[in-house]
Nanobody, 115 residues
């Protein structure tokens, strides 16, 4: 079992920044990769950024150059630094962990970017 708890969402003006955190607990050694997803109203959940256990990262084209995913193994936390935020970044952001036989999700944190 893996538990994920997100924090750091909120309301920010366009052009601003936020940093999301995902605290990880449980069977951490079983995790292959972690990621941040988002889901806007009426839209499907989409991958924003991912990081493997080896440290490789990948990003959605829409956030490349603006968002950075990172992790602090000493704190068992994964971060998503979001800069130059746009109104279209408004969504609920979810932390995700992939293990051998499935995946886990956090409860989500709301990010709202005003124009």
């Amino acid at each position: 079992q893996v538990q994920l708890v997100e924090s750091g969402g909120g309301l920010v003006q366009a052009g601003g920044s936020l940093r999301l955190s995902c605290a990880v607990s449980g069977s951490i050694s079983s995790i292959y990769a972690m990621g941040w997803y988002r889901q806007a109203p009426g839209a499907q959940r989409e991958l924003v950024a991912g990081i493997t256990s080896g440290g490789s990262t990948n990003y959605a084209d829409s956030v490349k150059g603006r968002f950075t995913i990172s992790r602090d193994n000493t704190k068992n936390t994964v971060y998503l630094q979001m800069n130059s935020l746009k109104p279209e970044d408004t969504a609920v952001y979810y932390c995700n962990a992939v293990v051998r036989f499935g995946q886990y999700w956090g409860q989500g944190t709301q990010v709202t970017v005003s124009s």
